[in-house]
């Protein structure tokens, strides 16, 4: 399968870099990219072609990934539109609706139809992400087996039932490391506060949340049940458990979760206006 990637940052580094660790030929993955030192730093790291604007090899492909912000994408479509002849759209804008990016990509009144509206995370780049994908109806099955088989390469994959789906994906796993990452900074912070030199405290830290994700991810239990496990009654857990009760942390994170699925929703809103 050809890939050309439109946009060449964080997100598509993760989805090449993973792509290519899972054997996806770097010769067949190009990027199209404003920026020279994003382009240098692609070709020298993976082996694509990079390109400054879509060319004809560039748009030679059966797959396009939309990865530039959403705040950008409008304007780097404006290349693209009239110009596609039926490769497979696959936008991982965070809020960016298929409507609104059909009719960017559009000819003459008609929008462009093969979009699939995806949205995958970093741990991507060890081939450890997630993506949930909705497909427009007019994605075909042999489209939709192609979306799920470039996001597979990188991770797991969930269909949602509608398009409104991936902005709750976005909220809980495409946004979801940050919120990860935070959580073993605060660790980390409470770890140096006992005195651990910094590489120490990351260490207790990490391989803390790594081992309770693999521990989680290999039960038959349900996270509450390997809580309980460890919450001694008396003990140390509960009366760290109830301080994070009394801050409100579950729900605050929850709140969290729902403010960035708002966000989505009104990206999609206020870019889709245009
Ligand atoms: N960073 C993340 O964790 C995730 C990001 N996303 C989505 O991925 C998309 C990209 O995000 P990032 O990679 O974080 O952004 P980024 O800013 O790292 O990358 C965007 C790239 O697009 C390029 N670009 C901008 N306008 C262009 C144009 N007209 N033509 C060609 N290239 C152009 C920029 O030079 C930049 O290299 C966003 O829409 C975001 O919602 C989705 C899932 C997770
Ligand atoms: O923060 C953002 O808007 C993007 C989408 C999901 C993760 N990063």
């Not at 050809?2 to 010769?27: D, H, P, Q, S, Y």
Request: some cysteine; overall charge neutral; proline content about 3%.
């Amino acid at each position: 399968m050809k890939i050309t990637f439109l946009g060449g940052g964080n997100m598509a580094a993760a989805l090449i870099g993973g792509m290519v660790e899972r054997g996806f030929a770097a010769a067949g993955l190009q990027v199209v990219d404003l920026g020279a030192e994003t382009r240098q730093r692609l070709a020298a790291r993976f082996g694509v072609r990079t390109v400054e604007s879509f060319d004809d090899a560039a748009l030679a492909c059966d797959a396009i990934v939309l990865a530039v912000k959403p705040q950008q994408m409008r304007a780097a479509l404006a290349q693209l539109a009239g110009r596609l002849s039926g490769q497979l759209v696959i936008s991982i804008a965070a809020g960016l609706r298929i409507a609104d990016i059909a009719r960017w990509l559009g000819a003459g009144g008609a929008p462009y139809a093969r979009i699939v509206r995806c949205m995958p995370n970093t741990p991507a780049l060890i081939g450890a992400g997630v993506t949930g994908l909705y497909a427009d109806p007019s994605v075909d099955a042999a489209g939709r087996e192609a979306a799920a088989r470039i996001l597979s390469a990188v991770g797991s994959v969930v269909w949602g039932a509608d398009e409104a789906a991936i902005d709750g994906v976005t909220a809980v796993s495409g946004s979801g490391p940050a919120y990860v990452f935070h959580f073993i900074e605060a660790l980390e912070a409470a770890g140096r506060s006992f005195g651990f030199d910094e590489q120490t405290a990351r260490r207790l830290a990490l391989d803390t949340v790594t081992g309770a994700a693999r521990l989680a991810a290999a039960s038959d239990e349900p996270p509450g049940v390997l809580r309980e496990r460890v919450t001694s009654k008396g003990g140390t857990t509960e009366a760290a458990l109830a301080s994070l009760a009394a801050a409100g942390w579950h729900d605050a994170l929850v709140a969290a979760v729902q403010a960035a699925a708002a966000r989505g929703r009104e990206l999609g809103e206020q870019l889709g206006k245009d």
